[in-house]
């Protein structure tokens, strides 16, 4: 590419609608002339606009927070608005995540398993008093602290690190890096009645933090840059500190 010339971009996404009768899985090729900045929503929705409408895809604020457009692009989980046509090469293959339920093309149902993992692993603050004081003033929480906090509630269930989980693949009930994200956030959560007991009753077996095979690539692929292969050394030190077998 010389001259200001733009590279013409083939791009492979895998086709399939499980809800029309006698579907099967393909994979179609589209042309597009590359644009400077180009993100792959933006030619994705190029793709759309002007060559085929029917190419299903998720997206909602074209600023890597709703996770919405996540999807496997050559190969490895990414969002979608938040990759550069020009990292990739000017052939490339698009797919959806895998693990979760598919509704069509590169759309899946990420909510259905995220809602799963977070009910049961009960991901929300188990007040200390049975009734809630609307009108108490919330105790001051120091600022590191609430950083930490922060840092951790970051995830947006995109589900690039389940996707990326062998551990995933291979378990249906394996509640993956972002449900041990959960539990490490909650457990610093000074509001949280839990013990330390409690958090580790529901991630102490091979469906948790047993399960995960150390293959890490939940840390490389997560478009937030959590610290998730911290969380998972920290809970299991934690863990073998309290003798927990």
Not at 195 to 224: N, Q, R, W
Request: hydrophobic share 40%.
């Amino acid at each position: 590419m010389t001259n200001g010339e733009h590279r013409k971009l083939k791009i492979s996404c895998l086709r399939y609608n499980p809800q029309e009768p006698g579907a099967a899985p393909r994979m179609q090729t589209y042309e597009l002339e590359e644009a400077d900045g180009m993100t792959l929503f933006i030619a994705l929705n190029e793709i759309r606009e002007k060559q085929d409408a029917s190419l299903q895809f998720d997206f909602v604020c074209r600023a890597g927070i709703c996770g919405s457009c996540a999807m496997m692009i050559n190969g490895r989980p990414g969002l979608a608005c938040r990759t550069q046509t020009k990292d990739l090469p000017a052939s490339f293959t698009l797919a959806p995540l895998p693990v979760f339920e598919l509704i069509a093309d590169l759309s899946v149902n990420t909510g259905k398993w995220m809602r799963a993992m977070s009910e049961r692993l009960q991901t929300w603050v188990h007040m200390k008093s049975a009734e809630v004081d609307l009108k108490r003033i919330e105790e001051r929480m120091e600022p590191e602290l609430a950083e930490e906090i922060y840092l951790l509630d970051r995830c947006i269930e995109c589900g690039c690190c389940v996707a990326g989980c062998g551990s995933a693949r291979m378990r249906e009930d394996f509640i993956g890096a972002v449900g041990i994200n959960k539990i490490a956030r909650f457990r610093l959560d000074p509001r949280d009645a839990r013990t330390d007991g409690d958090y580790y009753e529901v991630i102490g077996d091979d469906s948790g933090v047993f399960g995960c095979m150390s293959l890490l690539a939940c840390h490389d692929v997560c478009p937030k840059d959590l610290p998730l292969q911290t969380q998972l050394a920290f809970i299991r030190r934690k863990m073998a500190a309290l003798g927990w077998k």
